[in-house]
């Protein structure tokens, strides 16, 4: 380890920043770890946030239990942010005025929901999901709500409507693309999500251009979509994507594009500033993830860089979402001409990606994680696959492991 690493700054209260703290006092860091939060609560997980939190009542989803994280030994600046970072003076400066001086800084800032049209935030009964407090505004609205519209399919948009559904109430999902999560998955993906929230009653309104949010008299809210109106929703949650907040490094000169741009250990173009989760461009493809297991895998790699190890993160990108009771989970990145293999198994489909060579490029498996397994081993090792077999629910896919 280093020996000139006395005083480390983490931006930053969420997962990545979290598995950070917890990896470097793993790894011997015995100096002043500070970190800026902008919540008053400890690290906990986003997740859950727009299921069980919402349905179920679940507490504060820790990412450590609470003896663990008291052995972390932070020193939290919360709720604070952070408004500068002064690289020459290797300090980063808070909204109250104070100075943190830093020997290693890690940059763990995540991103925001994005709001596309700036008035709707001020309509009392629209709103996002991002935070603990968030959620258990949503939690209680939807406790009190018989019709919630949703603006946006994509991920955290059908999770909330399926937790919606779970608790009884009415939804529409309103959506300007012509599939769901078209910009993730491919076109039989996005129909057998499409089937699964039919079957549980979700309104869809796909392909809609025009979508615009007015507030009635007595607070509901009207969601017109291509000049048709709807009757009012008591809630509108929406879900469209984030805004990944690049802004501290943008302003301190760092290298950016669509995030932080970092090499595979976590380094930024300044060597005492590195990256971490949503806001770290992903050093292979180009693109930031917002993804739990790429905030917290490509975190404990930083976190081994920061001290001076040899570190490299190459993990595949892997998410799932629970919608309806079903675990979808996603492994790689769809790029080039693909060709898909469809597997009807009946525990739940999977869907082959395959490129030219009949290499995996993305699998997408509904309640079939042994499945996903399988995918990241034939991911690293490149396997060139028999689509036949994988289209065959009677063929183990063991076989080919």
């Known amino acids: 380890m280093a020996t000139d690493i006395q005083r480390i700054v983490v931006i930053g209260g969420g997962q990545a920043g979290g598995y950070a703290c917890k990896a470097l006092r793993g790894e011997g860091f015995e100096g002043r770890l500070t ?7 400890d690290f906990y997980e986003r997740p859950p946030l727009s299921k069980g939190v919402v349905t179920d009542s679940d507490p504060l989803p820790r990412l450590f239990p609470e003896n ?3 052995s972390l030994d932070i020193d939290w600046r919360r709720p604070h942010r952070a408004v500068e970072i002064d690289r020459e003076a290797g300090e980063v400066v808070l909204d109250d005025g104070e100075r943190l001086p830093y020997d290693r800084l890690l940059i763990a800032t995540g991103s925001r929901p994005r709001m596309p049209v700036a008035e709707w935030s001020d309509i009392a009964n629209v709103m996002t999901l991002r935070t603990w407090d968030d959620a258990n505004r949503l939690k209680t609205r939807l406790e009190e709500s018989r019709r919630v519209g949703i603006i946006g399919g994509g991920w955290i948009g059908l999770e909330v409507a399926s937790s919606a559904r779970k608790l009884g109430v009415e939804v529409d999902v309103f959506e300007r693309a012509p599939a769901l999560c078209g910009r993730s998955v491919g076109p039989e993906v996005a129909e057998a999500i499409r089937e699964l929230h039919e079957r549980h009653g979700v309104g869809l309104e796909l392909n809609r251009q025009d979508i615009r949010l007015s507030e009635e008299d007595d607070g509901r809210v009207t ?3 291509d000049g048709q109106a709807h009757e009012p ?17 943008r302003d301190a000169g760092l290298r950016t594009e669509q995030g932080i741009i970092v090499d595979a250990a976590g380094h930024t173009s300044d060597p005492k500033i590195f990256a971490a989760g949503d806001v770290s461009q992903h050093p292979h493809l180009g693109l930031c993830l917002q993804s739990w297991a790429y905030a917290q895998n490509q975190a404990r790699v930083v976190a081994d860089a920061m001290l001076g190890k040899e570190a490299h993160y190459d993990e595949p990108a892997w998410l799932w979402s629970d919608q309806h009771g079903v675990n979808i989970q996603i492994l790689g990145v769809p790029h080039g001409e693909l060709h898909c293999v469809v597997r009807q198994d009946p525990q739940g489909p999977v869907f082959f990606y395959l490129d030219d060579d009949n290499r995996l490029v993305q699998m997408v498996a509904f309640d079939q994680p042994r499945a996903i397994k399988l995918g990241k081993r034939w991911l690293a090792a490149e396997r060139m696959l028999d689509p036949q077999a994988l289209g065959d629910p009677n063929y183990n896919l063991m076989q080919l492991r």
């Open 35 to 41: 970190v800026v939060a902008d919540e008053p609560h």
């Open 223 to 225: 969601v017109t979509a």
């Open 233 to 249: 929703y008591d809630l509108v949650v929406v879900g469209v994507g984030v805004e990944i907040n690049l802004e501290l490094a």
């Open 68 to 70: 663990t994280q008291a």
